[in-house]
């Protein structure tokens, strides 16, 4: 359903750790960065050290200067849900 933001919890995110099946968070955004995959610059693997959890500070030490809203704009999942600020 393109468009639909949708908030995500930690666990789902989790969920989505698999090459063909990657969701990644950066600064409290959601990615699935599934597509994008096979056009990061620094490679599947590098990439996939980060799907499935926060990677905000893997991807800090790396390349803080990468503008990722922009380039994975089309992917945008939703919020990551916060364990300490959640309501439920
Ligand atoms: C390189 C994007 C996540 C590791 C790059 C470059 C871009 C990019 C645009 C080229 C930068 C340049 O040449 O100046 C992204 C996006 C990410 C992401 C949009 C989020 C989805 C990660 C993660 C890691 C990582 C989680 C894991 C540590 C690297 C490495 C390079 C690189 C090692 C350097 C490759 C080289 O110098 O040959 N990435 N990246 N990236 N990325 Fe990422």
């Not at 968070?25 to 959601?30: L, M, S, T």
């Amino acid at each position: 359903t393109a468009g639909r933001v949708v908030p995500v919890s930690r666990t789902e995110l989790a969920r989505h750790n698999q090459v063909n099946d990657a969701w990644m968070a950066i600064r409290g955004k959601v990615f699935n960065v599934t597509r994008y995959m096979d056009y990061h610059p620094g490679g599947v693997d590098e990439l996939m050290r980060g799907v499935g959890r926060d990677a905000t500070k893997l991807f800090d030490e790396v390349h803080a200067w990468v503008n990722y809203p922009q380039l994975l704009g089309k992917c945008y999942v939703g919020p990551l849900k916060d364990t300490v600020a959640s309501k439920k």
